[in-house]
């Protein structure tokens, strides 16, 4: 079976902190996504890669960066932690190509304090 | 401008009866559909698709719909169990898009009762 690891459940940071979470797959997937899931707005797509050190923005960027140093792992950067990004952060990985499914680790909960 | 919708955000069902969540699109692009069923403190997991090739596939007590001339595509859980509680949502990609950049819906959370 496909494994997503998130390896951080819940976190509790200060205003302005630098935050980071951490996202490991084992099925060698060339793609790999983070997302946020809040009340009533469902999944929506931060960041995703497609190779080793290759990005690009999905639809809600701004405040968060991406590092994708080595194929399995995928990491969400949130520079300056603020209060409006407390939420659910899932990672995701798919393998090449369409018609496939996501493969979503089990969530990091973060909240802003 | 939100492409896919979960007009509910809830339901609530009777444990033996037909749990029915609905999903409306509007982009005519998207010809690949998937519903996902997300536990608490759980993420995600594929729990049946459909291709706008077909109207209806099955799979076990799940049944997804797809009219297209409607953009609308609805879930069928018969007979719904408690263990089926959980939210639902509907996401829609093109043929050719990564699956992960698939456009999700709001989600609707079953609750189906003993």
């Known amino acids: 079976d496909v494994k997503v690891t998130q390896s951080s459940r819940y976190l509790v940071k200060r205003t302005g902190e630098k935050v980071f979470l951490e996202c490991v797959q084992d099925?060698?997937?060339?793609?790999m996504f983070w997302y946020r899931q809040d009340p009533g707005l469902g999944l929506r797509l931060i960041y995703f890669?497609?190779?080793?050190?290759?990005?690009e923005k999905g639809d809600i960027p701004e405040g968060y960066s991406v590092s994708r140093e080595k194929k399995e792992r995928f990491s969400l950067i949130l520079e300056s932690a603020s209060t409006n990004q407390t939420s659910m952060y899932l990672c995701?990985?798919?393998?090449?190509?369409?018609?496939?499914?996501?493969?979503f680790g089990e969530g990091s909960w973060l909240t802003v304090v | 401008d939100q492409q896919v919708k979960q007009n509910s955000p809830s339901l609530s069902v009777q444990e033996g009866r037909i749990s029915i969540l609905n999903c409306d699109y509007t982009?005519?692009?998207?010809?690949?559909f998937l519903w996902y069923k997300k536990y608490p403190a759980e993420g995600p997991t594929f729990l049946i698709s459909?291709?706008?090739?077909?109207d209806k596939n099955e799979d076990g007590r799940f049944t997804v719909f797809l009219n297209k001339s409607a953009k609308h595509l609805s879930l069928h859980i018969v007979p719904s169990q408690p263990g089926d509680s959980a939210v639902y949502f509907c996401?829609?990609?093109?043929?050719?898009?990564?699956?992960?950049?698939?456009?999700f819906g709001d989600g609707t959370t079953l609750t189906v009762k003993p």
């Open positions: 459909i291709s706008s090739i077909k």
């Open positions: 890669s497609y190779d080793v050190k290759m990005k």
């Open positions: 995701a990985s798919t393998s090449g190509g369409s018609g496939n499914t996501i493969y």
């Open positions: 099925m060698d997937h060339e793609n």
């Open positions: 996401a829609a990609r093109g043929s050719n898009t990564n699956a992960g950049k698939s456009t």
């Open positions: 982009n005519s692009m998207f010809d690949y």
